[in-house]
Nanobody
């Protein structure tokens, strides 16, 4: 089971840190991804971190603003989001995949429930 938290309402330029905690399995055995879905839009992959070499991926619109990281001791993956923009608004999900460098939603095996991020201008 995955539990995502840390969402909230911030003004443009603000920061939030999302957390994804796993129970029942070790996150360090999986590629972990963060996805978001804005109202009326399709779910998109925002960032991911590979299980072996910790290689990270970011969608172009968040590069330089978001940072994904792992804390294996806490079985937690974080998404630090800085300089947030209104277009970052959406429901953010974390997911776990056995595929080392998973990018597509269909490659992910476990999903959290989502945490809402709202950025006002």
């Amino acid at each position: 089971q995955l539990q995502a938290s840390g969402g909230g309402e911030v003004q443009s330029g603000g920061s939030l840190r999302l957390s994804c905690v796993a129970s029942g399995f070790s996150l360090d055995e999986y590629c972990i991804g963060w996805f978001r879905q804005a109202p009326g839009k399709e779910r998109e992959a925002v960032s991911s971190i590979r299980k072996n070499d910790r290689t990270t991926y970011y969608i172009g619109s968040v590069k330089g603003r978001f940072t994904i990281s792992r804390d294996n001791a806490k079985n937690t993956v974080y998404l630090q989001m800085n300089n947030l923009k209104p277009e970052d608004t959406g429901l953010y999900y974390c997911a776990a995949s056995r595929v080392a460098g998973a990018r597509l939603a269909g490659e992910y095996d476990y999903w959290g429930q989502g945490t809402l991020v709202t950025v006002s201008s």
